[in-house]
C-alpha cells in the first residue's frame, strides 16, 4: 500500500460538535503530519508527529487536539470549532528515518470540513 | 524563518508550449526543494525535488533548475497538456534540525488551453 487515507472525505459540523478527522499509512512511516489548507492557498502546518511523539505545534488553537495512537494511525479531535476553521485538512507521512536528510512528504486526499 | 516567494500567480499557456514557474527562499541553508501538483479538489502530489548539492534534475517533459547563490528554483514543463492545468506548489525544507518541515511557496494555476 503506497497511500496515505483519509476519512472522512467530507465533514459538517456545528461549532458546539466533537468529531474526530482520522489518518492512516501502511507505508511504514514514522513522521506524520496534520496540515490545514484553505481555497486557494498553500498547505499551512500544524502538528508532526515523530515515532508517535508530538514534535511539532504551530501554536494550534486547543480546540484541535492531534492524537498518534500507533505508527499507522493519525487523528485530529476537534471539538468547538469556528466557522473560520473551514478548511480542507491534509494528513500526510514521510518515512522517519532521523538524520539530517530531509524526506519527501506524502500526502492523504484530505477532509473538507464545513464549521456552521 | 524560511519565507518562500512563487511567482507568477497564475499563468496560462497554449496546448504544446513551455511553462515555467519561479521561486525564491530566504533561507541560504535550506537545502531540499520539492514541487507538488495539486488538481482541483485533489491532494497535492509530488512530481520532482531537487537538493542542493544537484543544480539541475528532470524527468521526462518536468525539469527543475536550481540556482543556490541566487537561493531560487524554478519549474519547467516542456510540451504542455491540457493535464497538466492544475496548481503547482513549490516548497524549501530548511536543514532537518529535530524533524522534517516544508515551507510551501503561494500557489501557481497553470491553465493549458487546447
Known amino acids: 500500500d503506497t497511500e496515505v487515507t483519509q476519512t472522512p472525505k467530507h465533514l459538517v459540523m456545528g461549532m458546539t460538535n466533537k468529531k474526530s478527522l482520522k489518518c492512516e499509512q501502511h507505508m511504514g512511516h514514522r513522521a506524520m503530519y496534520w496540515y490545514k489548507q484553505k481555497a486557494k492557498k498553500p498547505p499551512e502546518l500544524m502538528f508532526v508527529?515523530?515515532?508517535?511523539?508530538?514534535?511539532i505545534n504551530e501554536s494550534v488553537p486547543s480546540r484541535f487536539s492531534p492524537e498518534c495512537p500507533n505508527s499507522s494511525l493519525l487523528n485530529l479531535h476537534l471539538h468547538a470549532l469556528q466557522p473560520e476553521d473551514s478548511a480542507l485538512y491534509l494528513c500526510?507521512?514521510?518515512?522517519?528515518?532521523?538524520?539530517?536528510?530531509?524526506?519527501?512528504?506524502?500526502f492523504g486526499p484530505g477532509t473538507r470540513l464545513l464549521v456552521l | 524563518g524560511e519565507n518562500v516567494e512563487q511567482h507568477p500567480s497564475t499563468l496560462s499557456v497554449q496546448e504544446g508550449d513551455s511553462a515555467v514557474i519561479k521561486c525564491t527562499y530566504s533561507?541560504?541553508?535550506?537545502?531540499?526543494f520539492p514541487w507538488y501538483k495539486q488538481e482541483l479538489g485533489k491532494r497535492p502530489q509530488l512530481i520532482i525535488d531537487?537538493?542542493?548539492?544537484?543544480g539541475e534534475k528532470k524527468d521526462q517533459r518536468i525539469a527543475v533548475t536550481l540556482n543556490k547563490t541566487a537561493k531560487h528554483f524554478s519549474l519547467h514543463i516542456t510540451e504542455t497538456q491540457p493535464e497538466d492545468s492544475a496548481v503547482y506548489f513549490c516548497?524549501?525544507?530548511?536543514?532537518?534540525?529535530?524533524?522534517?518541515?516544508?515551507?510551501f511557496g503561494t500557489g501557481t494555476l497553470l491553465a493549458v488551453q487546447p
Open positions: 531537487i537538493r542542493s548539492n544537484v
Open positions: 500526510a507521512s514521510s518515512e522517519g528515518r532521523g538524520g539530517m536528510i530531509q524526506e519527501t512528504q506524502y
Open positions: 533561507d541560504s541553508a535550506s537545502n531540499y
Open positions: 508527529y515523530s515515532y508517535e511523539k508530538l514534535s
Open positions: 516548497a524549501a525544507s530548511p536543514p532537518r534540525g529535530a524533524t522534517n518541515k516544508l515551507i
